[in-house]
């Protein structure tokens, strides 16, 4: 077994992505346990959420599924129609995360996480 941990930088163009799966492919028989990082930028965007205003969250958002669509564009349209439903997912659950009781920390916390989900 072998892991592979790949940073938002690695995960944020096609041609990018594509070594991602060589890299996957020439490692198979090891049975690589892939994890890869929120793509370039949606780290960043997604800790601003807890000090932002709801109407300012929709601006958040947006710039993320932007940063999304742009990379799934460089695919098929079935792609897109088959990851943007999830990325919009995300953003509702994590809607209910910022408007929880949490502590910031905890709510930081549970916030970010979804950049690697995303991803």
């Known amino acids: 077994m072998i ?18 799966c060589r890299i996957v492919t020439e490692e198979k028989e090891r049975q690589p346990i892939l994890v ?3 793509i370039r ?9 807890p000090s932002i205003s709801h109407n ?4 958040i958002f947006s710039q993320i ?3 999304h669509s742009k990379l799934l564009a460089t695919y ?8 943007l439903p999830f990325i919009e997912q995300c953003e509702r659950e ?14 930081a916390d549970a916030v970010v996480s979804y950049g690697e ?3």
């Open 76 to 83: 098929d349209d079935s792609l897109q129609q088959q990851v």
């Open 36 to 38: 890869v990082s929120a």
């Open 94 to 107: 994590m809607t209910k995360i910022l408007s929880s009781k949490k502590k910031s920390s905890e709510l």
């Open 3 to 20: 892991i592979l941990k790949f940073g938002g930088t690695s995960v944020s163009t096609r041609e990018r992505l594509e070594i991602i």
């Open 65 to 67: 599924q932007q940063l």
């Open 117 to 119: 989900i995303m991803s």
């Open 56 to 59: 300012e969250r929709k601006n």
């Open 41 to 49: 930028g949606v780290t960043d965007l997604l800790l601003s959420l």
